[in-house]
């Protein structure tokens, strides 16, 4: 049970890249995910299981930790429910939330899986970053591009890109 002493962190995932000549395994993946175009997002969790499942895809997407601000701005800008209707407080009324503030903290601080709430599409459509990518997107983070973990700086591209 020593796992269990790692506190549960929100983790924003964006598809970067198609996935024209990539693996079956990393096409699943990414379909497991809800990721199925370029510059749609989601939010998870960082359990081992979807860890494992941002290995495989990593060539593909970049991820780190979301602030509270982003997810805030996410729901508010890009949240949608079943139809393509904006979220909005009376949804998170409906659902036990004062207001979509409320269901962003216990979004942030993983009270709740925002691929679970009912009626709502799992995923973010977003636009592509303003001012574009800074650097390839063939490449790893560290190495210069734009794929892989990118931790805290995820905010920044996320703002770009709502």
């Given at each position: 049970m020593s796992g269990k002493s790692e506190e549960r962190k929100c983790i924003a995932v964006v598809r970067v890249?198609?996935?024209?000549?990539?693996?079956?395994?990393?096409?699943?993946?990414?379909?497991?995910?809800?990721?199925?175009?370029?510059?749609?997002?989601?939010?998870?969790?960082?359990?081992?299981?979807?860890?494992?499942?941002?290995?495989?895809?990593?060539?593909?997407?970049t991820w780190g930790e979301v602030s509270k601000e982003t997810i805030i701005t996410m729901l508010k800008e890009r949240g949608r429910l079943a139809g393509n209707k904006k979220l909005t407080d009376e949804y998170a009324q409906k659902i036990g939330y004062k207001s979509v503030e409320e269901l962003a903290d216990a979004i942030f601080n993983c009270k709740i899986e925002y691929w679970n709430l009912p009626e709502i599409q799992p995923y973010f459509k977003l636009h592509p970053p303003s001012k574009g990518f800074k650097g390839k997107i063939k490449k790893s983070y560290s190495a210069g591009g734009e794929l892989g973990y990118r931790g805290e700086q995820i905010n920044a591209l996320l703002e770009r890109m709502i």
């Open positions: 890249r198609g996935t024209i000549s990539a693996p079956l395994q990393v096409r699943e993946t990414l379909r497991m995910l809800n990721l199925k175009r370029n510059n749609h997002a989601i939010l998870i969790d960082n359990r081992p299981s979807f860890l494992g499942m941002l290995k495989t895809a990593q060539n593909f997407v």
